[in-house]
């Protein structure tokens, strides 16, 4: 069809400039991408033309590309960070895109070998989320010439322990700069600074012509600014930010009366003008009033040898309200064991309330899309083990539970016990004296 085929349209373009039929506003929608849904569902966010425009710009500032470069496309591409960052961005600074697998850094044989394809077609930029870098920071090349790698790096989540930063410049020479993004963002806002200290473990500084800062918030209308050092929700404005979710009803409480967004984070600055992030709201982990960074474990468990991926989350306390408990995921062939893991944990977390008093060894660390770990499911699973534990000895062992989803009550604890019907009234009564002392909802369902 003479209307949509490529060479007859080309034909028609005078070679000057490429000539649209279709004019497009800066604030027009350019794309609905998934939010990356580490916290809770996935969302449909509206990105726009000026937003892409703006971050083609600013990215390529902030990291000095160049058309010279070649990058992996090892991102999902239905995430901004692959629609974007190996998309849009790259073909607008002609930068050359190698794409090793249509599963990205999901195939294992791509990671396997990472170091032969940075060899083989010259790869520039060093690049993977963290469960990836963490992985190549204890599988480093063997004899694979790696000179053309830059320096310096950038990986586009704030999960990325500062640990693994360590080991990755000592490996192989690169300093991996954190960032700190997200889809809502049309990707990062800041970006520790490729000439500077990238001081390891902060996202670093604000992108030019965007603001962020760390606030007090009563509803949608902020109080005061926080202070150097103090610790607040951190909120974003700029040219790149979204205008909202395509489905209205996400849009409550996403931005503060005067524009500002909402990120839900929080986090400080420091005198240098350094973000630094302390968790999300949902992540705080909270024991008897003492605020746990669930970093602060990460952090220390990655420093052992054996240990490849860590997540801590918080686990249901009757007395404490929660106490911290870590997954971890060992490097292949490694043998540790969780008592051991713990006593490391034990000696080297500076916070003695933040060593977590429960390791859990998987087999494999259960990962969201974006292969980050998927801490709401690891949440769930930590709330199972403690309401089995406090449920234990009760109707001859003929009781499970299990944590479902639920839109008004969030995780709601299913508690099913196979009993006779005479039976049902005390045992229900003592499932409610044990459970009275715990906040999360719960259902008990009899089962024939």
């Known amino acids: 069809m003479p209307d949509t085929d490529l060479d007859t349209l080309m034909s028609r373009q005078s070679g000057e400039r490429t000539l649209f039929a279709r004019e497009v506003a800066p604030d027009d929608i350019a794309a609905y991408v998934h939010s990356g849904g580490t916290t809770g569902s996935p969302k449909l966010v509206q990105l726009t033309h000026r937003g892409f425009a703006y971050k083609c710009w600013a990215n390529a500032v902030v990291m000095a590309h160049t058309s010279d470069d070649v990058i992996f496309a090892d991102y999902p591409m239905f995430h901004v960070a692959g629609v974007f960052a190996r998309g849009y961005f790259a073909i607008a600074h002609g930068m050359s895109i190698v794409i090793p697998s249509p599963l990205g850094a999901r195939d294992k044989r791509f990671i396997e070998n990472y170091w032969r394809f940075v060899d083989r077609f010259g790869i520039t930029i060093f690049s993977g989320v963290p469960t990836t870098l963490a992985q190549l920071a204890k599988s480093g090349p063997h004899g694979e010439k790696l000179g053309t ?37 049309t990707q990062n806002v800041t970006q520790a600074p490729r000439d500077g200290d990238p001081k390891y473990g902060s996202p670093g500084i604000r992108l030019p012509y965007t603001q962020v800062k760390t ?3 009563d509803g949608d209308v902020i109080t005061r600014e926080c202070g150097t050092d103090e610790i607040g929700v951190v909120v974003v404005k700029g040219p790149s930010i979204t205008p909202g979710y395509l489905e209205p009803k996400y849009n409550a409480g996403v931005f503060t009366r005067d524009g500002w967004f909402n990120s839900g984070d929080l986090g400080r600055f420091d005198a240098d003008g350094y973000l630094w992030l302390t968790g999300r709201a949902k992540d705080v982990i909270i024991r008897g009033g003492h605020n746990i960074d669930p970093s602060v474990i990460e952090e220390t468990l990655l420093k052992h040898r054996d240990v490849l991926l ?34 490391f944990a034990l000696a080297h977390i500076p916070e003695r309330a933040a060593a977590p008093k429960e390791i859990v060894i998987l087999d494999k660390m259960p990962l969201t899309d974006v292969q980050k770990p998927a801490k709401v499911e690891l949440r769930r699973d930590a709330a199972r083990r403690a309401f089995r534990e406090v449920l234990a000895g009760l109707a001859d062992g003929a009781l499970t539970v299990e944590m479902v989803a639920d839109p008004v009550k969030g995780n709601v604890a299913v508690i099913s016990v196979r009993g006779a019907a005479s039976a049902r009234g005390d045992i229900e009564e003592r499932i409610r004296e044990r459970m009275k002392a715990f906040a999360a909802a719960y259902r008990v369902q009899w089962v024939e």
């Open 215 to 217: 606030v007090e918030l």
């Open 310 to 343: 860590a997540a801590a989350v918080s686990k249901p306390d009757a007395y404490a309200g929660e106490l911290p408990i870590a997954y971890v995921q060992l490097v292949a062939g490694a043998r540790a064991s969780a008592e051991a893991i713990r006593d």
């Open 149 to 185: 790698l830059r320096d310096y790096a950038c990986t586009g989540s704030t999960a990325f322990p500062a640990e693994v930063a360590r080991q990755i410049e000592s490996l192989i020479g690169v300093r991996v700069l954190l960032t700190y993004g997200a889809t809502e963002y």
